[in-house]
């Protein structure tokens, strides 16, 4: 079965400071994709980043950056230059490819952006 | 791209009555799913369609949850004989056919309240 475990209920860091956001999963296919995606205050779930298993190199996306160590796995968020507008949950996801189609999310993490 | 929208995006119901959501994916997507959240949690999947078909349903889903895809465009979730323990924001998502990179987008969500 799938599961996504996110660690931290919460995060804080300060402007301009980088934080890594912690995930592991668990899977027993080959093949899977995870996702990263922010809920602000406000509620949209809003994509940020994907790594997809067979990837060889760490995905990257602006000031997004997926730490991706596949004999752990974990899939790590790393955002570098912390802003007060990414004060808001994440949550971590996966897809199993060949299983299923659905995602599945872990329970996320809240962060806390300060001046 | 407007976007994937829902509608109501409130709706307080009391226990025992029947209460429908709609959803409108983005055009061109032929993947959508309706996932609940409740609070302090990660989105919990519920069902999803390719086209009109529906390909999973949650084992958590009760008989009392329906959902349609009736011509493959929009949506609707239908709740029978609501409980208070369905209180909670429903989520709908779309996305192109499932490769395993292809996010999903969400909707606003629909927060539904029952007294």
């Known amino acids: 079965a799938q599961k996504i475990t996110q660690t931290q209920p919460g995060m804080f860091v300060q402007e301009k400071e980088a934080v890594t956001l912690d995930c592991t999963y668990d899977?027993?296919?080959?093949?899977?994709?995870l996702f990263w995606y922010k809920q602000p205050s406000s509620g949209e779930m809003i994509f940020l980043i994907y790594?997809?298993?067979?990837?060889?190199q760490n995905a990257t996306e602006g000031r997004y950056s997926l730490n991706f160590q596949k004999a752990r796995k974990s899939a790590n968020l790393v955002i570098s230059a912390s802003q007060l507008g990414d004060s808001a949950m994440y949550f971590c996801?996966?897809?199993?490819?060949?299983?299923?189609?659905?995602?599945?999310f872990g329970t996320g993490t809240r962060l806390q952006v300060f001046p | 791209d407007t976007g994937v929208s829902q509608d109501p995006r409130h709706k307080i119901t009391k226990r025992g009555q029947n209460v429908t959501f709609r959803c409108d994916p983005i055009?061109?997507?032929?993947?959508l799913y309706w996932y609940r959240q409740t609070l302090g949690q990660g989105p919990e999947f519920l069902t999803y369609?390719?086209?009109?078909?529906?390909?999973?349903k949650s084992r958590l889903l009760s008989d009392r949850f329906s959902a349609e895809r009736p011509k493959g465009s929009f949506s609707t979730l239908e709740i029978q004989r609501t409980e208070q323990g369905d209180s909670a924001m429903y989520l709908c998502?779309?996305?192109?056919?499932?490769?395993?990179?292809?996010?999903?987008?969400f909707g606003n969500g629909t927060r539904l309240t029952v007294t």
């Open positions: 998502a779309s996305s192109y056919t499932g490769t395993e990179n292809s996010p999903l987008h």
């Open positions: 055009s061109e997507h032929n993947r």
């Open positions: 369609f390719q086209n009109e078909a529906q390909l999973e």
């Open positions: 790594q997809g298993s067979y990837d060889e």
């Open positions: 899977t027993s296919d080959q093949s899977y994709g």
């Open positions: 996801a996966m897809r199993e490819v060949y299983n299923t189609d659905k995602l599945i």
